[in-house]
């Protein structure tokens, strides 16, 4: 776009006016971005940039680049191929007087309609707005000075009160930019040009408001907008340094807190235990437009006893966009206005928080969490997201450990930046949005490239980081080295390529050999001369009758009937039985899945009472059979797109049954879990957490209790009685639901 400003219009406020109904971004020649816009007709638009603040001179030309995005802030939900047309582009002169008119007006009519009838104030808005319109006529300039004359007159006569038993509200400006919102409605290419549109603006808005303050919460964002604009990110430190770009929050992107595991909660933001002092506004809303009504909200705080402090958060959010100009006149005018509950402040969150404690009585202190009872559907949507979350957490600690132990015996230098690449990125997938799985399926493409990323760079270093680990010649041929990398020493089945064993071994199903070696120390690396390995074994025993199958190793007695589920479980040691009298586990089942609203977001406690058995079961085969592992599998068909395909595992070595489910899932508004009914009676199921266990009740006796219909867990969830327990283990999956003596799984969704 190229503007020359008449010579009469230079001294006057020239602004272009740009609507595409979409997002865009105005820059300079430079190649400088210089202001976001947001097109439509809602109450984010923002499609005006001054041109006279670039006008150095009359008659000179101001060239300006203007690049537009295919969709509006809040995204394009499901309208993959939305046509944005432009529908203005011109050239406006304000009328000064008019527009500061209109904004007293407005702000007169909010007061009227906003503030309790009983207010004094509220009559006398009501007046003096009416006494305006009476006076005020289109073509009359004069009528529009005598309007300005009431409304300064009226804010005037009210103005200036700093009673400090008033109550002062803190006012702070925020975008909340999604980075998954930041991916909800857009992919992560979207949310690089969205923080940069935003932050732009608001540097814009900093230069006019020297007065105003700005928060930003994700250090993610800051870190794209340095590599990709960093004419932007100097800007950014500048008002930085003035105390106006506030960074908060301290975490790499407003993650997940539920799914991540504690390494990666510890990566987001370091848990250090301390107590802190909290505050939510009272507005109840990050996203405050600046209006009246926010005034009003310390009438809605609940520790008016203890303080007469708060906050407004303002600004639009979840697309980003932040504040704007008539956002920040109105709270101009309101700042101080004798009559209102609160006068303001401009201050940042720091100066906020050392207020209230110095002057506030002593807090009110929960204990616990803050339980939010809704979004249980997120421990499940979206399973993909999960096992490449889960997977890549356990690689990347597995690349670390493994680099760490390489550079402490100097036999390679540690991959630093690469790990921490990988990090970034994992990090960036527990994004609020991304890791729940509530975003839109272009979010979802750029995620599994990612994951694909992180899983396969991990490994590469894994791979790469043994081989440098591994001694040469040092040892006799044939020779394994086992890395037992956890906390506990284990017996193991290891795979290996070739063997020359006269005792137990077994050949997979790809021509490899199983051993098994035991009494490997916690984290050690031990070395096995396979013609030396001398382990006393158990075999395991598979007998096949009619009914069914029955396999037993050192610890347990398995029985499973021909359709693959678990008849009976029992552990040797203690004789006792696992599974409930005449029940039957291991039985997947479907729910109908179709929430109150929010489909990936949410589910019902009602879902539990509308479920029925996978009906069309297959019949068990032998998969494998041999000394150290039984594998039996089985195929059961969910409907005639969907289908699951089981192996079921018992070893040498472990005190468990293993359940291998590759399933094809095709399906609309329905739930997967699989069910087991257990001998255990407990009030209480433990479940794992970051750095521990979080304990839920079995049942629903209070309307607390049945908010905790669906759990989040990490690997495990167990329900014990003392002296014996039933765990479910995962290597994917974060939702249980355990009622009573019924332990479920929840494994997949499909919600639309």
């Known amino acids: 776009v190229d503007v020359i400003i008449p010579a009469k219009l230079v001294s006057e406020k020239v602004s272009l006016y740009f609507d595409t109904d979409s997002e865009g971004m105005i820059w300079s020649v430079g190649g400088e971005p210089l202001q976001g816009l947001t097109g439509g007709n809602g109450g984010d638009r923002h499609i005006d940039f001054i041109l006279t603040e670039y006008a150095v001179y009359e008659g000179q030309k101001i060239s300006i680049f203007v690049e537009v995005a295919c969709n509006g802030r809040g995204g394009v939900a499901n309208q993959p191929n939305l046509i944005f047309t432009l529908s203005t582009c011109e050239l406006r002169v304000e009328n000064n007087s008019g527009t500061q008119l209109f904004k007293y007006f407005d702000l007169l009519m909010q007061i009227a309609r906003d503030t309790p009838a009983e207010y004094q104030i509220n009559s006398d808005a009501l007046y003096t707005a009416n006494k305006i319109i009476n006076t005020f006529r289109v073509d009359d300039f004069k009528s529009v000075q005598e309007g300005l004359i009431l409304a300064r007159n009226f804010f005037d006569l009210r103005k200036g009160s700093t009673n400090p038993s008033r109550h002062e509200l803190f006012i702070i400006g925020n975008c909340h930019l999604d980075t998954g919102f930041l991916t909800w409605l857009w992919p992560f290419d979207e949310t690089k040009r969205k923080a940069a549109r935003s932050f732009s603006t608001q540097i814009g808005i900093m230069k006019k408001y020297p007065k105003y303050i700005f928060t930003a919460s994700q250090a993610q964002h800051f870190d794209w907008i340095k590599s990709l604009y960093p004419s932007l990110f100097k800007e950014m430190q500048i008002f930085n340094k003035r105390s106006q770009f506030v960074p908060v929050g301290g975490t790499w992107v407003e993650m997940d807190t539920n799914m991540p595991s504690g390494e990666a909660l510890c990566r987001q933001f370091f848990l250090d235990g301390s107590s802190i002092i909290a505050h939510l506004p009272p507005s109840d809303n990050i996203m405050s437009q600046g209006t009246v009504v926010d005034l009003m909200s310390p009438n809605n705080n609940k520790d008016k006893l203890f303080s007469n402090k708060s906050v407004i958060i303002f600004g639009n959010g979840d697309g980003g966009g932040g504040p704007l100009t008539p956002m920040l006149d109105r709270l101009e005018l309101l700042e101080n206005v004798e009559g209102l509950p609160a006068r303001l402040t401009y201050a940042t969150p720091n100066i906020y928080f050392e207020t209230l404690e110095k002057t506030s009585k002593p ?356 329900l014990s009685e003392f002296g014996f327990g039933v765990s479910l283990l995962n290597d994917c999956k974060y939702g249980y639901a355990i009622k009573g003596n019924i332990m479920r799984l929840s494994l997949l969704r499909a919600p639309k």
């Open 363 to 718: 807090f009110i202190e929960w204990k616990g969490e803050l339980y939010f009872e809704a979004h249980r559907g997120t421990y499940t949507t979206a399973g993909f997201v999960k096992r490449g979350n889960r997977k890549g957490e356990i690689l990347l600690r597995l690349a670390e450990y493994l680099s760490s132990l390489a550079a402490i015996k100097k036999v390679t230098s540690y991959p630093k930046k690469e790990l921490d690449r990988l990090w970034k990125l994992l990090l960036l997938c527990q994004f609020h949005d991304v890791l729940p799985g509530s975003s839109i399926g272009l979010v979802f493409d750029d995620a599994k490239i990612i994951y694909d990323d992180i899983l396969s760079s991990s490994a590469s270093i894994i791979t790469n980081v043994l081989r440098d680990l591994t001694p040469r010649g040092k040892y006799k041929k044939n020779a394994v080295q086992v890395y037992n990398t956890t906390s506990w020493p284990l017996d193991a089945l290891i795979e290996v390529n070739k063997i020359d064993l006269k005792n137990f071994h077994q050949e997979t199903e790809h021509g490899k050999f199983l051993i098994q070696v035991g009494s490997i120390p916690a984290h050690s690396v031990s070395t096995f001369v396979l013609a030396e390995i001398d382990n006393p074994i158990i075999p395991v025993q598979l007998v096949q009758s009619q009914s069914g199958f029955v396999v037993e190793n050192k610890h347990i007695v398995v029985k499973i009937d021909s359709n693959g589920r678990l008849v009976s479980l029992i552990h040797k040691l203690t004789g006792r039985e696992s599974i409930a009298p005449d029940q039957l586990a291991n039985q997947f089942k479907l729910f109908e899945d179709i929430p109150a609203e929010f489909d990936a977001w949410d589910i019902e406690p009602y879902q539990l009472e509308k479920g029925w058995d996978v009906e069309n079961l297959g019949i068990v085969f032998v998969k494998a059979s041999g000394p150290l592992k039984v594998v039996l599998t089985v195929t059961h068909k969910i409907s005639a797109v969907s289908w699951i395909n089981q192996d079921i595992i018992v070893n040498s070595v472990d005190a468990w049954v293993d359940f291998d489910n590759t399933i094809e899932w095709h399906e609309n508004r329905l739930m997967l879990r699989v069910e087991f009914p257990v001998n255990i009676n407990s009030d209480l199921a433990t479940y794992e957490t970051q750095y521990g266990f979080v304990q839920r009740p079995t049942h629903y006796n209070t309307s607390w209790d049945l908010a905790k219909f669906e759990v989040c867990g990490h690997r495990f969830a167990d």
